[in-house]
């Protein structure tokens, strides 16, 4: 039960992408396509942005995606927005009806 | 509107034991997995436990195995979780959260987490 690994921050300028990266292991992000993504903003609760590695909530902007290489999870911001920086998540589903997160990423919007 | 609420948080001893209560509305509640998870002051987020629709089946983080326990009412729409022998590291806000499945395997499988409740706050210290 190690905590997936993400970069600890990220940042861009408007307009440009961005890519979060979230390493696992093949006991978890490697064996099943079940990464999701939540955003956070401070003092606030979580919210899914992506799930089962590339699927957008209702409501979620296009300008969020998601995809998994091996152990690798990646969470692509296109068209970065003053709106989008906060701090970002990634989980796993890691076997026995167990999750675990990785340890977030706080986006700056330069 | 899907709502969850927690209640039961607050300041208790190391050692100390305290329950924690999520009510649930909006939504068909037994067709859920259901699960808690905290986050630490200025800390990630952190997977707790999860606990099937009908109570049968219970998984924790390895940490917190044997010390708290996940239960379910689902007559009355309501998640608990129950904390005993409380560790400073305990100190936490708990997320009460639905969580949908896939159907994996065979198997309907725990897979992502929407919505997550407000949040309440343990503080565990002497």
């Known amino acids: 039960q190690s905590a997936l690994t993400q970069p600890a921050s990220v940042s861009g300028s408007p307009g440009q992408s961005i890519t979060i990266s979230c390493t696992g292991t093949s006991s978890d992000v490697g064996s099943y396509n079940l990464v999701s993504w939540y955003q956070q903003f401070p003092g606030k609760a979580p919210k899914v942005m992506i799930y089962?590695?590339?699927k957008r909530p209702s409501g979620v902007s296009n300008r969020f995606s998601g995809s998994k290489s091996g152990n690798t999870a990646s969470l692509t911001i296109s068209g970065l927005q003053a709106e989008d920086e906060a701090d970002y998540y990634c989980?796993?589903?890691?076997?026995?009806?167990?999750?675990?997160f990785g340890g977030g990423t706080k986006l700056t919007v330069l | 509107e899907v709502q969850l609420v927690e209640s039961g948080g607050g300041l208790v001893q190391p050692g100390g034991s305290l329950r924690l209560s999520c009510t649930a509305s909006g939504f068909s509640f037994i067709s859920f997995w259901m699960s808690w998870v905290r986050q630490a002051p200025g800390k990630g987020l952190e997977w707790v436990a999860n606990i099937k629709q009908d109570g049968s089946e219970k998984s924790y983080v390895d940490s917190v195995k044997g010390r708290f326990t996940i239960s379910r009412d689902n007559a009355k729409k309501s998640l608990d979780l129950q904390m005993n022998s409380l560790r400073v590291e305990d100190t936490a806000v708990y997320y009460c959260?639905?969580?949908?499945?896939?159907?994996?395997?065979?198997?309907?499988?725990?897979?992502?987490?929407?919505?997550w409740g407000q949040g309440t706050l343990v503080t565990v210290s002497s």
């Open positions: 089962e590695g590339s």
């Open positions: 989980c796993s589903y890691a076997g026995s009806n167990t999750f675990v």
């Open positions: 959260a639905r969580v949908w499945d896939d159907f994996l395997s065979g198997y309907y499988t725990p897979s992502w987490i929407d919505p």
